[in-house]
């Protein structure tokens, strides 16, 4: 089974511009979570969409957003883009089947610089 | 919220020890705690977790103990090799309905041929 792919894995943007993210989630998995990584913050949530509805929301500013398609693929987007977005954003998808409701895969990531 | 403690941030090891990683957390209520281990240019992979209902669950050479009591939890490593070598995140969760990973900021193990 196909892991976690998100596209593209390396992105540099300027200040002020936007970029979109996109993750595909494992066959069958409904749920995606986005998460930015970075040295001093380290691993920290931004939200998280099951069924094409946001279920969960981190404390990140609204320039950060996402939805998810009836497919289960996923996107993120991040306006007026800023020095400190630059990080590993990484997307987790979830079976949230029953007994695996808890269990979150991760993609390889998608590394922006911001310049 | 949550928050979650790990400790060392570093431990180097000789290849065939063991090795140990601890994580308190904060909130009574998680009930699920994984570790994920992340190599270079690379996304965290799922490698065990346990869920509170459990104190202690073993795969090959590695094993996740946890203390519902003292609110922390730990990860084993027996047999080091070489391959064990990356960065380890441990991780808390209240479940289903309430998702989001709450990691600590991660152990860089460096195992020694």
């Known amino acids: 089974k196909a892991g976690v792919t998100q596209t593209p894995r390396y992105l540099i943007k300027t200040r002020g511009q936007q970029v979109t993210l996109s993750c595909s989630p494992i066959?069958?998995?409904?749920?995606v979570s986005w998460y930015q990584q970075t040295p001093g913050q380290g691993l920290q949530f931004l939200f998280e969409?099951?069924?094409?509805?946001?279920?969960n929301k981190g404390n990140f500013p609204g320039r950060f957003s996402g939805r998810q398609f009836s497919n289960s693929r996923s996107e993120m987007n991040v306006s007026t883009l800023e020095l400190g977005d630059s990080a590993l954003y990484l997307c987790?998808?979830?079976?949230?089947?029953?007994?695996?409701?808890?269990?979150?895969?991760f993609g390889p990531g998608t590394r922006l610089t911001v310049t | 919220g949550e928050n979650v403690e790990q400790h060392p941030s570093t431990l180097s090891v000789q290849e065939g020890d063991s090795a140990v990683i601890k994580c308190t957390y904060s909130?009574?209520?998680?009930?699920?705690f994984p570790w994920y281990k992340q190599e270079l240019g690379k996304g965290p992979q799922l490698i065990i977790d346990?869920?509170?209902?459990?104190g202690e669950k073993k795969d090959q050479r590695i094993a996740v103990t946890l203390n519902k009591t003292a609110k922390h939890f730990s990860l084993h490593i027996t047999e080091t090799q070489p391959e064990d070598s990356a960065v380890y995140f441990c991780?808390?969760?209240?479940?289903?309905?309430?998702?989001?990973?709450?990691f600590g900021k991660g152990t860089r193990l460096s195992v020694i041929a």
């Open positions: 987790a998808s979830s079976p949230r089947l029953r007994d695996r409701a808890y269990e979150q895969y």
């Open positions: 066959s069958g998995h409904r749920s």
């Open positions: 969409y099951f069924s094409e509805t946001q279920r």
């Open positions: 909130d009574s209520a998680s009930n699920y």
């Open positions: 346990i869920r509170s209902n459990v």
């Open positions: 991780a808390a969760s209240m479940g289903w309905g309430n998702t989001p990973l709450v």
